[in-house]
């Protein structure tokens, strides 16, 4: 039987999220831009980034390679 290190799992892992998430991050930067170019409201975008910014957190709580696979972006 082969043992995991979590450790290393949970960092590969946030590597793999922060690599997903940059087009995403591109694409609502420009979002933001043209929203307050147009005076529009931005909340709904900054919520967006915010959940990105945050999804690397969700990995600390996992507790195995399974619900580490699970988190999506």
């Not at 082969?2 to 590597?15: C, L």
């Not at 690397?56 to 195995?64: A, G, N, P, S």
């Amino acid at each position: 039987m082969k043992t995991v290190d979590m450790d290393m799992a949970k960092n590969i892992t946030k590597e793999r999220l922060r690599q997903e998430r940059v087009p995403k991050f591109e694409e609502l930067d420009i979002k933001f831009k043209k929203a307050q170019e147009q005076g529009a409201d931005t909340s709904e975008i900054e919520a967006a980034k915010k959940i990105l910014r945050d999804i690397t957190l969700k990995v600390d709580e996992c507790t195995t390679l399974e619900e580490l696979r699970a988190i999506r972006i």
